[in-house]
């Protein structure tokens, strides 16, 4: 079967599809949200360690 | 804001027919078609930064979009139900008039990884570069071309003795 001939039902297909066009905003929320998760992630381990860190020198004498 | 977010933002904007007629085509639920155009920008916005102009910006958007949803199909190993060779069938009879149809019900037949490659073809992408973006050899391209235009051609035959 030869596919060529739905070249210009393709081209019309990608014309007219139902998702609604993407935003600039929603564009940069989607790029900016999984840094945010990182440097949430990464603060919260810092802030893990050094409470780690300071109960194992507290604790030490005990 | 930074240069490359405005770039990006650019290339998004030129180039989201690509993208969302890719989600139409993969998916059938608005959330899905929505989760995963998410999905494929976000790929995007990672792979940006390596992305030098060897090849055209189409064609790296293809790549990724068709790569993200490959393997997000894989991961959650619930593509979009396949229909029957009976179910194909009858909406390309039904809709034997309109080649939109015809095509849609030919897409949705396929799977996932069949639908990429013609969709690459339908682009005019060469068996070599189709093999490139998805990872196969041009040889493997050619004989799953070939399957696939059987496999269609056996469809319509028995659409055409059905209608006889």
């Not at chain 2, 969302?20 to 989760?35: G, P, Q, T, W």
Request: charged share 25%; hydrophobic share 35%; net charge positive.
């Amino acid at each position: 079967m030869n596919l060529n001939r739905f070249k210009p039902a393709w081209s019309q297909f990608r014309l007219m599809n139902s998702l609604p066009p993407i935003t600039d905003d929603e564009v940069l929320h989607i790029i900016e949200t999984p840094h945010n998760r990182m440097a949430t992630i990464f603060r919260s381990m810092i802030r893990h360690t050094a409470m780690y860190s300071f109960l194992i020198v507290c604790c030490q004498g005990c | 804001m930074d240069r490359d977010k405005t770039v990006f933002l650019e290339v998004i904007k030129t180039h989201q027919g690509i993208i969302n007629s890719l989600c139409h085509v993969y998916y059938r639920l608005e959330e899905d078609r929505r989760d995963t155009r998410q999905d494929i920008i976000l790929q995007l916005w990672r792979s940006f930064p390596t992305f030098r102009n060897e090849c055209s910006v189409s064609t790296w958007i293809y790549k990724v979009s068709l790569n993200t949803i490959l393997s997000k199909i894989r991961k959650e190993r619930r593509s979009v139900p396949q229909e029957s060779l009976s179910d194909a069938h009858e909406g390309i009879t039904a809709a034997a008039d309109d080649t939109l149809q015809q095509l849609m019900q030919v897409i949705h037949y396929l799977e996932s990884t069949d639908k990429a490659i013609v969709i690459l073809n339908l682009e005019g992408y060469s068996h070599k570069e189709t093999g490139i973006m998805l990872g196969f050899t041009e040889t493997n391209i050619s004989t799953r071309l070939n399957r696939i235009r059987t496999k269609l051609r056996e469809l319509y035959n028995t659409k055409d003795h059905e209608l006889k």
